[in-house]
Structure formats: structure tokens, C-alpha cells
């Protein structure tokens, strides 16, 4: 059964779409979290929502809007895409805060 | 601003040789020290934790070092495998209340045959 797991796992899209990337985790976590990987494989936390309530939300464009409909997802919609959006995208979830982090495989985004 | 900052951003190895990728932080209120293992097309998985009041934790041929007072911590594979080939992130976090993990830029390691 996979733990943490996001669709799609790839997603290319035309500059200026809106779309979404969903998440899912079946450990029963209380904590979620996006992170944004770029070309260089820097890892950068974009959100952390725990019980549904956002509590990290770093300098992220305000095109990026999380969702949390309950503890088990967390949505990730993106408006008016530019060529800087193409990354990946990683979903994770842990038990808390001071637990460690499961990651999902990540959603390839790629803007033409 | 780079908070942890890792070294080397690649590293080629033989196989059995030891690979030993290093890490410096600046925020002395950091009290967990994870590092990840990455596969391509996969997401960054725990392989190895330590927190500072101990100077080493092994897990079979993973070691962490980890020097608190040059506030320096190094990741140690012995007997290096192609296996072993993949992405190395360390990663720091302060355990209290609601904090992020800052994590390194990342070691591409390839243990060649």
C-alpha cells in the first residue's frame, strides 16, 4: 500500500492554466506539507498544515493555494502558471511535527 | 540564506570505497539532524537520524558523525555499493513547536562498479 501518494505524477500544461495536484496518506498523520524541488534538486517546505490548519506557509506566490479538506489530503492548486512553476512538486505527511517525514513520488510540472 | 550547507554536490566512489558527504549548519537551536536518500523518479526517504547529544549513531554501513561544537555533521557509507547511488540530502530542524526542516542542496553520489 502506498503511504503518501500524489496525481499526477506528471502534469505538462501551457503557461497561464490553472491546475491542481492532489495528495493522500494513509499512515494517519496529523501533519502535511508541499515542497517544491527545482532543477537542482534544491528541496524547499512551500506549506505544513496540522489538523487541517495551515501553520508553514513560506514566500510563496499567492498563485499557490493549499487545501486541506481533511487530515488524510492536502491539494495544492496553482493559478495563472508561469515557466518558473515547472519543478516538482512533493507531497509528505508525518505523525507530527517532530516526527519524521514520508514523502510522496513527487508530480513532474512542466510548463510549455 | 543557506542555513545547512552541504558538500560535496557530487561524488563518485568505487564500489567498496566509503563515501562521506559533509554538512555545516549556523542555527545552534537545530536539534535534529535527519539525512535522506533519494532515487530518481522517487521521493527523499529518512535513512538516518542523530540528534547532538550523541557524536555518532551507525545503522548498518550508514554513520553519522556529528561535531557540535564546529556545529558540523558528516554522513560516512562504508563498503559502497552501486545500490547506493542516488541523491543525499542532509537536513537540520529545531525539534520545538512548529518548525521546518532546512535541508542541504543535495549529494548525487554514483558508486561505479
Known amino acids: 500500500d502506498t503511504a503518501v501518494s500524489q496525481t499526477p505524477k506528471y502534469l505538462v500544461t501551457q503557461m497561464g492554466n490553472d491546475k491542481s495536484i492532489k495528495c493522500e496518506q494513509n499512515?494517519?498523520?496529523?501533519?502535511m506539507y508541499w515542497y517544491k524541488q527545482d532543477s537542482k534538486k534544491f528541496l524547499k517546505i512551500m506549506f505544513s498544515?496540522?489538523?487541517?490548519?495551515?501553520?508553514i506557509n513560506e514566500t510563496v506566490p499567492n498563485r499557490f493555494s493549499p487545501k486541506s479538506p481533511d487530515k488524510a489530503h492536502l491539494n495544492l492548486h496553482i493559478n495563472s502558471l508561469e515557466l518558473g512553476d515547472s519543478a516538482v512538486y512533493f507531497c509528505a505527511s508525518s505523525k507530527d511535527y517532530s516526527q519524521p517525514q514520508h514523502f510522496g513520488d513527487g508530480t513532474r510540472l512542466s510548463i510549455l | 540564506q543557506q542555513q545547512v550547507k552541504q558538500s560535496p554536490q557530487s561524488l563518485i566512489v568505487q564500489k567498496g570505497g566509503i563515501s562521506i558527504i559533509n554538512c555545516a549548519y549556523e542555527n545552534t537551536a537545530f536539534d535534529y539532524f535527519p539525512w535522506y536518500q533519494q532515487f530518481p523518479g522517487k521521493g527523499p526517504a529518512l535513512l538516518i537520524a542523530?540528534?547532538?547529544?550523541?557524536s555518532e549513531k551507525k545503522e548498518g554501513r550508514f554513520t553519522i558523525s556529528f561535531n557540535k561544537s564546529a556545529k558540523q555533521f558528516s554522513l560516512h557509507i562504508m563498503d559502497s555499493q552501486p545500490g547506493d547511488s542516488a541523491t543525499y540530502f542532509c537536513a537540520a530542524k529545531n525539534s520545538g513547536g512548529y518548525q521546518k526542516v532546512t535541508f542541504g542542496i543535495g549529494t548525487k553520489l554514483q558508486v561505479i562498479p
Open positions: 542523530i540528534r547532538p547529544d550523541v
Open positions: 498544515y496540522n489538523n487541517k490548519e495551515l501553520i
Open positions: 499512515l494517519g498523520h496529523d501533519t
